[in-house]
């Protein structure tokens, strides 16, 4: 089970963290990622981290505005972002991957959480 948090109304140019909380003993063992679903777009990949933390790759779109890290122990992913603009205004889901590397495509995912709302709007 995945479940998101942190989502919120926001101002362009602030900064928010998500977190997704996971249970079950596979947490530590597979890729996760970041998804978004803006109204009338299809879900589109945000960011993805590989099993250990090691790699991590984004969208174009969010590069040197946001950060994907894992706390395994905790069984914790987050995303931080920075710098948020109108654009980013989506439902934020995070998802839990079938493989150990990074995953940047939808169907590499088997798990995903119910999402979290952020809305950047001055």
């Known amino acids: 089970q995945l479940v998101e948090s942190g989502g919120g109304l926001v101002q362009p140019g602030d900064s928010l963290r998500l977190s997704c909380a996971a249970s079950?003993?596979?947490?530590?063992?597979?890729?996760m990622g970041w998804f978004r679903q803006a109204p009338g777009k299809e879900r589109e990949f945000v960011a993805a981290i590989n099993w250990s933390g090691s790699n991590t790759d984004y969208a174009d779109s969010v590069k040197g505005r946001f950060t994907i890290s894992r706390d395994n122990a905790k069984k914790l992913l987050y995303l931080q972002m920075n710098s948020l603009k109108p654009e980013d205004t989506a439902v934020y889901y995070c998802?839990?991957?079938?493989?150990?590397?990074?995953?940047?495509?939808?169907?590499?995912?088997?798990?995903w959480g119910q999402g979290t709302q952020v809305t950047v709007s001055s």
């Open positions: 998802a839990l991957s079938t493989g150990v590397v990074v995953a940047t495509t939808a169907y590499e995912y088997a798990y």
């Open positions: 079950g003993r596979t947490f530590g063992s597979y890729g």
